[in-house]
């Protein structure tokens, strides 16, 4: 059973800085994504991250401003948000995934098999 806990959410202002962090318990899985979720709106995929080689891949709509990495030795994954838009604003949740096999599968919900409880970002003035 892997554990995801999600930090570092917060009230930031448009064009502002966060940086999200994604503590994992183990390492065994072969992805981890970040979506999010606004008020009203289905839950999206935003970026996601393969242990194997740290290959990623991003969203159309946050592309050029935020950043996933993964830090081996503690066993968590970063979200570095730039210039952040209101837009921009939810729940944002860690996930991860044991296998996924095909590349447009790797924004579907149903892929991941482990999910944090997320963490609250606002962005507004």
């Known amino acids: 059973q892997v554990q995801l806990v999600e930090s570092g959410g917060g009230l930031v202002q448009p064009g502002g800085s966060l940086r999200l962090s994604c503590a994992a318990s183990?390492?065994?899985?072969?992805?981890y994504a970040w979506f999010r979720q606004a008020p009203g709106k289905e839950r999206e995929g935003v970026s996601v991250?393969?242990?194997?080689?740290?290959?990623?891949v991003y969203a159309d709509s946050v592309k050029g401003r935020i950043t996933i990495s993964r830090d081996k030795a503690n066993n968590t994954v970063y979200l570095q948000m730039n210039s952040l838009k209101p837009e921009d604003s939810g729940v944002y949740y860690c996930?991860?995934?044991?296998?996924?096999?095909?590349?447009?599968?790797?924004?579907?919900?149903?892929?991941?098999?482990?999910w944090g409880r997320g963490t609250q970002v606002s962005v507004a003035s």
């Open positions: 991250i393969r242990r194997v080689d740290d290959v990623t």
């Open positions: 183990i390492d065994t899985v072969q992805y």
């Open positions: 996930a991860a995934a044991k296998v996924i096999y095909y590349e447009r599968k790797f924004f579907s919900l149903d892929e991941y098999d482990y």
